[in-house]
């Protein structure tokens, strides 16, 4: 069996981890003069199974980051892993609620339970990220006891930057976890005119610092602007890439926007 890409990355980020800033300033330099690339999560999925088929269709590797509490998030999980799309468990953390959500007032053990729960709910997962969370992702110990219990589970980390206080990728960064922070909302407006407005941003972006992470949700104005937007982008000279390949590409460095000097705030 060939080894997932995000593996790679994994290992990419171990071999660095011991390096001061995890990269040269040469390796940032090429990173930045290569083609600029683009990784899309796909939020919220596993409650429309018509809004879901269309972002399998989506002509490229989206990532469908599924809500374990949903009805048809074991169907969709299987079909994505059909399809060779990347699977993430989209998991739900305070403010939000439900039997699977974490708070911060949860002792380890119960949100191992929950974790343990929501990763069965949803098959053929391969990294994470938070569902809302805001009062989550602000809790130093908590983060660092997920981002060793995802090393343990050999699975990947997207913080999904719901607070501007969030500790979880800084956490992930420490622990030398294969992770991700995300660039760009897609759709915090859902109107179609500020959908396109971000994603000419985050195209924007991609070109200033060589690589742009979007997460968007299943709303018809965003789904209708990546059915018509994604096939351009060759022609736009972005490359679209999957997770795995993003976490080798930026080594699980910061980008300016996060942190200095590739080091998470």
């Not at 040469?26 to 899309?40: E, F, G, H, I």
């Not at 989206?62 to 994505?80: F, G, K, S, W, Y």
């Not at 789904?223 to 976490?247: C, H, K, N, T, Y």
């Amino acid at each position: 069996m060939s080894m997932p890409r995000w593996t790679a990355g994994l290992a990419l980020l171990l071999a660095l981890a011991g390096q001061p800033g995890f990269a040269d300033e040469a390796d940032a330099d090429r990173r930045v003069a290569a083609r600029p690339s683009l990784t899309l999560i796909i939020d919220d999925l596993g409650q429309n199974p018509a809004r879901d088929r269309r972002v399998l269709q989506l002509p490229g590797p989206v990532a469908l980051a599924i809500l374990p509490d949903t009805r048809h998030a074991a169907e969709l999980a299987e079909q994505a892993h059909r399809a060779g799309k990347t699977v993430m468990l989209h998991m739900p953390m305070a403010p939000a609620g439900g039997r699977f959500a974490w708070h911060p007032q949860l002792p380890h053990d119960e949100l191992a339970r929950r974790l343990d729960a929501a990763l069965a709910a949803v098959p053929h997962v391969r990294g994470l990220n938070n569902h809302m969370g805001s009062a989550m992702t602000e809790q130093p110990q908590a983060m660092a006891w997920l981002m060793g219990e995802l090393q343990r589970r050999h699975l990947f980390f997207l913080d999904s930057r719901t607070s501007p206080r969030t500790v979880a990728a800084a956490s992930a960064q420490r622990t030398a976890l294969a992770s991700l922070s995300r660039d760009i909302f897609l759709d915090d407006d859902p109107s179609p005119a500020a959908v396109a407005e971000r994603f000419e941003a985050a195209i924007a972006l991609a070109r200033k610092q060589g690589s742009v992470v979007i997460i968007g949700h299943p709303h018809e104005s965003t789904l209708a602007l990546l059915e018509r937007e994604l096939p351009r982008l060759p022609a736009q000279g972005i490359e679209w890439v999957d997770v795995g390949q993003m976490i080798a590409t930026r080594g699980n460095r910061a980008m300016a926007a996060h942190g200095r000097g590739g080091i998470y705030r």
